[in-house]
């Protein structure tokens, strides 16, 4: 490591996912090895995804609707799909 390069502090919080992606992008792990702790964890990994294909254009609309309100498309047909499958539930 340069001995005149500045590291720059880790936020206590990021605004959000999209803040610590943009942080971590333009920083090195390396330059915080004094700032981490080992840790153990679990993962569930039970998680099932069904592709269903769109149009072009269906997609595009998709993605910009999902975009403008701050969603991905994913999360997006499935707050619709709920939707819909509730409402023809009765």
């Known amino acids: 490591m340069d ?12 605004e959000d996912i999209k803040a610590a992606a943009e942080f971590w992008d333009t920083h090195s792990l390396a330059d915080y090895s004094d700032e981490t702790v080992d840790v153990q964890f679990d993962v569930d990994l039970q998680r099932s995804v069904f592709l269903a294909p769109l149009e072009h254009n269906l997609a595009r609309r998709l993605a910009e609707m999902a975009r403008r309100q701050g969603l991905s498309a994913e999360t997006l047909v499935n707050l619709w799909v ?3 499958l509730q409402q023809a539930a009765g």
């Open 82 to 84: 709920s939707d819909h």
């Open 3 to 14: 001995a005149n390069r500045t590291i720059d502090p880790i936020p206590e919080e990021f």
